[in-house]
């Protein structure tokens, strides 16, 4: 399974973009990048998937890089209510290879 | 979208006792998913259960000490058996979701377990 490598902390401001790296060097043909956000006495949620190039959804974008061996996960505008914990995960969904590991995640902090 | 619920949302337990965690689901799935969270840490995964069988353990948890039950498609119990202040964690169940072609996961709430 591909391991995950994140920064273990970020601060921001409100209406500032927000970009988390997360580094998978060793990242395989059939994994999918997904990342899922845990607000403190909640379960994670997952926010976006991706396998390549760029992904967009309401709440985020994902940038993948040719290669793949990494994804940044862009929060646009953030706001007071994106402070959490932000879990990047790679591995292969049909396989549920995915479902073993989380990495340490970001912590993003945004103050007003 | 699935919508999970645990039960007790949190309890305080004597160490030597066991205490039963509930999950239900409000549709039906396949495989549902026990993880552990230790204050300040991540995610770790307990075991998978599968409607019918034996659940399966990952490395560093047991049977005896985690046994799990999956009695259907919506429901799963996890029981944290002889608890030990080390048991203090949160403990959240999730299953299986997305759209066509690719798999995510939707959590539960957690159950938070002090063991004094």
């Known amino acids: 399974l591909a391991k ?3 920064p273990i902390s970020m601060d921001s401001y409100e209406g ?15 994994d999918y990048i997904t990342w899922y956000q845990q607000f403190p006495s909640q ?3 997952f926010i976006i998937q991706g396998y390549k190039t760029k992904v967009t959804n309401e709440v985020a974008s994902l940038f993948i890089p040719a290669d793949r061996k ?13 402070t959490a914990v932000y879990y990047c995960l790679v591995g292969d969904p049909v396989t549920g290879g995915f479902k073993t590991i989380f990495g340490a995640g970001t912590r993003l902090f945004v103050k007003a | 979208s699935a919508v999970i619920s645990q039960k007790p949302s949190r309890d305080i337990c004597q160490r030597g006792t066991s205490l039963t965690i509930q999950c239900q689901v409000d549709s039906q799935v396949t495989m549902m998913f026990w993880y552990r969270q230790q204050p300040g840490q991540s995610l ?12 399966t353990y990952e490395s560093g948890f047991v049977i005896d000490k985690f046994p799990i039950s999956r009695p259907n498609l919506t429901f799963s119990t996890l029981t944290v058996s002889n608890m030990s202040p080390e048991d203090s964690s949160i403990y ?11 798999e995510t996961q939707y ?3 957690g159950t938070r377990l002090l063991v004094l």
């Open chain 1, 4 to 6: 995950t490598t994140q």
């Open chain 1, 16 to 30: 500032q973009e927000v970009n988390i790296t997360c580094s998978h060097n060793n990242i395989a043909t059939n």
């Open chain 1, 43 to 45: 379960g994670p949620r």
């Open chain 2, 44 to 55: 770790t995964l307990i075991a998978t259960a599968n409607q019918g069988s034996e659940a």
């Open chain 2, 92 to 102: 959240l169940c999730s299953v299986e979701g997305g759209t066509s072609g690719a």
């Open chain 2, 107 to 109: 959590f539960g709430p």
């Open chain 1, 70 to 82: 990494s994804s940044t996960l862009s929060l646009p505008r953030v706001s007071l209510s994106d």
